[in-house]
């Protein structure tokens, strides 16, 4: 973790999303608040293990996550899962735009969310997955775009058949709308696999996303 945490930091990074799958390290989190780095958690991170469960059978979340995946369709959450957003156990968390096989996974669940007042994390990376695979119709794209509870946008580019956090590109789905979000104070979050590239991308992605290059 504290790795990771340092390299990204090198970039000029204004803060760290932590995800889960870094070894941990003892005092991570100490090192950070001494150190004044805004963080994020991200559904099952751990400061003490790879990762944490994040859904109980009966759709309990047992995190306390900035934000979280909504469950696959074919976790044991799911018959429970729609049944407690619609009764507003979740309206305190921030949920992710998902892909079809999730929660929020298409145009009708993001529509269904709005309509509930949930709040968002939008994922650009997966909301490029659910146009490709012709379920987000661009009524409801331009919806998203001007809804009112987004608490997180997340960025990173692919082929649009799978979530393969590819880095950005100047023409990446939803970046520039990102950027605006961002201008406005919404938390963005870079997430293409960094540790895969040179030092001079990387810096070259931090670019994209503060709109500098």
């Not at 990771?4 to 930091?9: I, P, T």
């Amino acid at each position: 973790m504290k790795d990771a945490a340092d390299a990204l930091l090198a970039l000029g990074a204004e803060g760290l999303q932590l995800t889960p799958g870094n070894a941990p390290c003892e005092g991570f989190l100490d090192d950070l608040r001494v150190r004044g780095v805004p963080v994020r958690t991200h559904h099952g991170f751990d400061a003490r293990a790879l990762r944490r469960q994040v859904w109980g059978p009966g759709a309990e979340c047992q995190v306390d996550a900035d934000s979280v995946h909504p469950p696959r369709d074919v976790d044991p959450a799911s018959a429970h899962w729609v049944r407690r957003a619609e009764s507003g156990d979740f309206h305190a968390l921030t949920l992710e735009t998902m892909y079809p096989g999730y929660a929020l996974g298409t145009g009708d669940a993001l529509t269904w969310a709005m309509d509930l007042g949930l709040k968002l994390a939008v994922d650009v990376a997966h909301l490029h997955i659910q146009r490709e695979a012709g379920v987000l119709p661009g009524h409801v794209w331009r919806r998203l775009q001007d809804y009112p509870s987004i608490h997180e946008v997340h960025v990173s580019a692919n082929p649009g058949d799978r979530d393969a956090h590819h880095p950005l590109r100047p023409d990446t789905f939803g970046l520039e709308w990102a950027r605006a979000r961002r201008a406005d104070g919404t938390p963005l979050i870079l997430e293409c696999y960094m540790h895969r590239l040179s030092d001079e991308t990387r810096r070259t992605q931090v670019a994209l996303c503060q709109g500098t290059t």
